[in-house]
């Protein structure tokens, strides 16, 4: 089975982020992945022990889209993840890769009206790929 990281890297390089942690994770012991926040590398720690998990991509895209105050911008979402089996429609069971942000439940509250452009993008890019967009609020 072809990986997505054959097709995917990540779009930013790994960089100090101030504020919070910058690391670099190996996930398996097969690949190196980078992270932005604990919150990033607990959902990585979490997807060592999914079975279904095939591969994981950081930031694997930048999609273009109009903020809420009607100006272009980018956005990077945190990870593709591509699982061996996954249940991507209500009537179907279909491999589907997930493209993922993780983001505090406080701060999804706190900034939703900025956010959700971004978010809205998201959902549509993924659609047109074949894949489903989620987020994960983590607390």
């Known amino acids: 089975m072809k990986r997505i990281s054959d097709e995917y890297s990540p779009v930013r390089k790994s960089q100090t982020v101030y504020g919070s942690i910058s ?20 959902f990585l720690i979490k997807q060592e022990f999914n079975s279904n998990v095939i591969d994981i991509v950081s930031q ?10 009607g100006n272009e911008s980018t956005y990077t979402p945190d ?14 069971e279909i491999t589907c890769p997930l493209l993922i942000e993780i983001k505090p439940r406080k701060k999804l509250i706190e ?8 978010f809205k993008a998201a959902h549509a890019f993924a659609k047109e790929k074949g894949w489903k967009f989620r987020i994960i609020d983590m607390c």
Do not use: H, M
């Open 23 to 42: 690391v670099n994770y190996a996930f398996r012991g097969e690949k190196t992945i980078w992270c932005e926040s604990t919150l990033e590398r607990d």
């Open 60 to 69: 694997p895209i930048t999609i273009p889209y109009i903020t809420e105050l």
């Open 79 to 92: 990870f593709l993840v591509q699982f061996s089996s996954a249940n991507c429609d209500d009537f179907e």
């Open 111 to 118: 900034d939703w009206n900025k956010l959700k452009p971004k």
